[in-house]
Nanobody, 114 residues
């Protein structure tokens, strides 16, 4: 099983970034998908969730700014990050989950700075 995140990088405050997570080795459509973030010195936090039937949920800190989506044909989940803030700086991880199984990617760094 592999989850490979991409799309991270340096972005200015107020800018946008789209993260991708490509999955292989799992039947992608039966897994819920999460994006987590972990800032230096802090615990990993749940950012957004999308279920197998495309229901979504967001942390209060990103509501209205971030959008999670999935393309089951491409085995990929996305995180569209708009109006980013310096406090969004973190390593972002994707996570595939279902009863009895969970898998993690290696993470992608997002740095918001002017």
């Amino acid at each position: 099983v592999q989850l490979v995140e991409s799309g991270g990088g340096l972005v200015q405050p107020g800018g946008s970034l789209r993260l991708s997570c490509a999955a292989s080795g799992i039947l992608f459509g039966i897994y819920g998908m999460n994006w987590y973030c972990q800032a230096p010195g802090k615990e990993r936090e749940l950012v957004a969730t999308i279920t197998t039937d495309h229901r979504t949920n967001y942390a209060d800190s990103v509501k209205g700014r971030f959008t999670i989506s999935r393309d089951n044909a491409k085995n990929t989940v996305y995180l569209q990050m708009n109006s980013v803030k310096t406090e969004d700086t973190a390593v972002y991880y994707c996570n595939a989950f279902r009863t009895g199984a969970t898998y993690w990617g290696q993470g992608t760094q997002v740095t918001v700075s002017s």
